[in-house]
């Protein structure tokens, strides 16, 4: 057994010390950002607040955090190093000098360095799956708010019929290794990632179709690049051999895309049930606009206040959503060192040893908490334009 | 009113309908049943038993067949035993006939548990029991408090409590049940030994303070920041209202203005936010039971995904999708009722 520990003053140095290319990341974009706040529109506006300020800067650590992990991390999140088993924190490791901050798991692994290799999974999948569920969301609401009738009826049925499912069933029914072996969750892939491509192709058909040589590069983009990503992401075929996802992976940003979706929807449908009444949407429609340049040039922009406040508290919900499946064991890897998972090991050894479970705590709500002080802040300067 | 009562009620058969259709068509995929007659054998047993003990249950019949069955619509046939030639019921502890006969939902026959060995109306119902009396604390905690907390704040808009209790309920917002759980549990558990940390024997012995306190706590929390929230904002709203301006200038003290003019007029939207908290607080009692150990209909849930339960499965979503669908009308009329500007359009 390791005795040697440092002590609590000591541990508290040397975690801040280790964070230092985040300090330093927050220190030139929080100063440039200030500095330039006037000129940075709906962002510069956060700096006038003190929740503002808070939430971004709690957002941007952790981003920094996601991006210099290798090197704020001592340890690989899955190396065990047997001696250290339920180890104190602030133990030093024998032979090597280095120091198991915040102890370790039952698992002998590092904690610290797991909790800071789990804000990468967090990191990379909340904000990428809200932004597929907005697109989706946006791409069916917007004519559902807009023509209304049959349409409407329909996509509010089947929005509310997700809407019913409780979260945590849909997930035991979609998330399990079983449903990976049938193939249903690349089925749902294949749908849900269609739609930025569709999404994207409309967006600038309606609006460069007088223009064919600059609407033609565009397409070109477009369907090259999103048919590449479409590839490799929803049939594992890139021929590049460069994307690719695992199944599980795939499987929980499916779960998670079809869960928010009809969210979305419910909001986009809101919107453009408002704002299509506005004059200058019935001076579009006179001019002669087709439906799509309407809804997505005259409509979608100015829904764009609620969307972003939106889009914030939903980058949190989704974290929560993964921390739920993490605390479940559903879909990702029993060794995964993401915080759900983590939260979960630790949960059921809270008898013994509370050390292991309240990093990953910590950070999964400050990392909501700093979500959700954005997007309060973000409304309140909506509010006051 | 009438009318549109049963507009939503037939909206809602029609919803149940397609989502048992769709759970029916997840738990019945391949690997699923495999899954269920591995469990209900061994781990080791050959495919070729595997596959017969699934023909001899009736889990190799047509899809739409199984589903008229569990349904009611569609006769369900016995086993039969191959050696003797003679009907055999299925399930030997769910006591079903060994004749022809419909037994389903319309039947109110929830099937048969394979994992408890009993029938789901036994097992299901005392469960929701369990969790009715937590959800009930839970409200009784939960209501008062967001509501006293979002009035407090919104009372005087942009003051020091205003802004203390708005950022105190954007925390509370931040932390889904199995953090606070966590930080309950270590605080009043592991540190002071106020509290139990499992809330097993809640259901054998009784309530007491002692171990069920984390688990109303833990829950609470999370819907207090939010109801809060939107209390808040009603409150906001009424506050600027040209009546309460009257009333100020007429010399009424703030507090009465509060409590007698503003309260009824900010309580209607709160009412609607607790409604629809219903469906979130469905995950929450799937957590929250299964951190504490509480034999609730969480629990139960949990326990049949994990063990591929088919009928008990079948029976609590259809419980959470009533709860959800009946809470959306509750809060629909209730609206309505509570607000006289809605009822006469």
Redesign the interface.
């Known amino acids: 057994m390791p005795t040697e520990t440092i002590g609590a003053l000591a541990i508290i140095i040397g975690v801040i010390g280790r964070f230092w290319p985040v300090w330093i990341a927050l220190a030139i974009v929080l100063t440039l950002s200030f500095t330039f706040r006037g000129r940075l529109g709906l962002y510069g506006q956060l700096f006038e607040s003190g ?1 503002g300020v808070a939430g971004v800067t709690i957002c941007f650590f952790w981003l920094f955090t996601a991006m210099f992990a290798h090197v704020i991390a001592p340890f690989d999140p899955l190396t065990q190093v047997a001696v250290m088993k339920d180890a104190m924190p602030g133990t030093v490791v024998p032979d090597q000098g280095l120091v198991y901050y915040f102890g370790g798991d039952k698992l002998a692994r590092d904690v610290f360095s797991r909790m800071i290799f789990g804000s990468r999974i967090v990191l990379i999948i909340a904000p990428a799956a809200t932004a597929f569920a907005l697109m989706v969301g946006t791409t069916l609401g917007l004519p559902a708010g807009y023509y209304g009738g049959k349409i409407d009826a329909l996509l509010s ?1 089947l929005a ?2 997700v ?7 849909l997930f ?3 998330v ?4 990976v ?2 193939g ?1 969750p690349h089925w749902i892939a294949r749908v849900f990632f269609i739609v930025p491509i569709i999404f994207f192709g409309t967006l600038f058909f309606t609006r460069y179709k007088n223009r064919p040589q600059l609407l033609a590069v565009q397409m070109a983009l477009i369907v090259i690049l999103g048919g590449w990503v479409y590839l490799g992401l929803a049939f594992d075929a890139d021929p590049l051999g460069i994307i690719s996802i695992d199944p599980n992976q795939l499987n929980i940003f499916v779960a998670v895309v079809f869960a928010s979706s009809p969210g979305v929807f419910r909001i986009v449908r809101g919107l453009t049930m408002d704002i299509k009444t506005r004059d200058y949407v019935a001076a579009a429609q006179t001019r002669g606009e087709s439906p799509w340049y309407i809804m997505l040039w005259e409509i979608l922009p100015n829904a764009r206040g609620p969307l972003i406040v939106d889009a914030c508290l939903r980058i ?1 919900y989704t974290t ?1 959503l993964l ?2 499946l993490g ?2 064991g559903l879909g990702l890897a029993p060794e995964s060192p993401d915080w ?1 998972t983590a ?2 090991d ?2 059921r050894l ?2 013994s040893f ?1 050390h292991p ?2 990093p990953p ?1 910590v950070a ?3 990392f ?2 700093g ?3 954005l997007a ?1 802040a973000l409304r309140e300067q909506s509010l006051k334009d | 009113m009438l009318a549109f009562i049963f507009r939503r009620l037939s ?1 809602m058969l029609l ?1 149940m309908l ?2 048992t259709l769709i ?1 029916f068509y ?2 019945n ?4 049943l ?2 269920l007659a591995i469990s209900q054998l061994d781990m080791r047993t050959p495919a070729e038993q595997l596959e017969s003990w699934l023909e001899k249950n009736g889990y190799r019949q047509n899809f739409f067949v199984r589903y008229g069955q569990w349904l009611g619509v569609v006769q369900k046939q016995p086993a039969i035993d191959p050696a003797t030639g003679n009907a055999v019921p299925r399930f030997r502890y769910c006591n079903e006939p060994t004749e022809p006969h419909y037994g389903g939902i319309l039947q109110g026959d929830f099937g048969c548990s394979t994992k408890f060995k009993v029938p789901v109306a036994q097992k299901l119902f005392p469960a929701l029991g369990s969790t009715g009396i937590l959800m009930f604390w839970v409200m009784a905690t939960m209501v008062p408090i967001s509501l006293l907390i979002g009035i407090l704040a919104g009372m005087r808009e942009g003051s020091r409590t205003d802004r203390t209790l ?2 105190a309920s ?2 509370t ?4 049940e ?2 606070s ?3 309950f ?2 605080i009043f ?2 540190w002071l030994g106020w509290l139990n ?1 499992s809330a097993a024997s809640a259901t054998n012995q009784g309530i007491t303070f002692y171990n069920f306190t984390l688990p109303v706590m833990t829950m609470a929390i999370y819907g207090i920041g939010y109801i809060a929230r939107m209390t808040r904002a009603s409150m906001v709203e009424v506050m600027t209202q040209q009546y309460i301006r009257t009333a100020r200038l007429k010399g009424l003290s703030f507090g009465s203005v509060v409590v007698k003019h503003a309260l009824r007029n900010a309580l209607i939207a709160p009412f609607t936010v607790i409604m629809l908290q219903f ?1 979130w607080l ?2 929450g009692v ?2 929250v039971e ?2 504490f150990r509480y034999q609730g209909f ?1 629990f139960t ?2 326990e049949a ?1 994990g063990n591929n339960d088919i009928d008990l499965l079948l029976g ?2 259809l419980v ?2 009533f709860v ?2 009946f809470t959306q009308l509750i809060s629909d009329i209730g609206y309505a009722y509570l607000n006289p500007r809605i009822r006469v359009q």
């Open positions: 929740v049925f509310n019929l809407l019913a499912f409780p979260v945590i069933l035991y029914l979609l399990t290794p079983g449903i072996e049938t249903l949190g929560i921390g739920t605390y479940f759900g939260i979960k630790a949960s809270l008898r509370i479970a309240l705590v999964l709500m400050t909501v908490l979500l959700n002080l309060d | 909206t919803t397609c989502l759970v997840m738990i995929l391949e690997p699923n495999k899954k708005s950022v954007i925390t917002t931040a932390t889904p199995y953090v759980g966590v930080i549990s270590v558990a592991s940390g469906p469905l995950t799937v957590i299964t951190m969480g849930l949990v995904a609590c979503s959470s999708v959800v669908l």
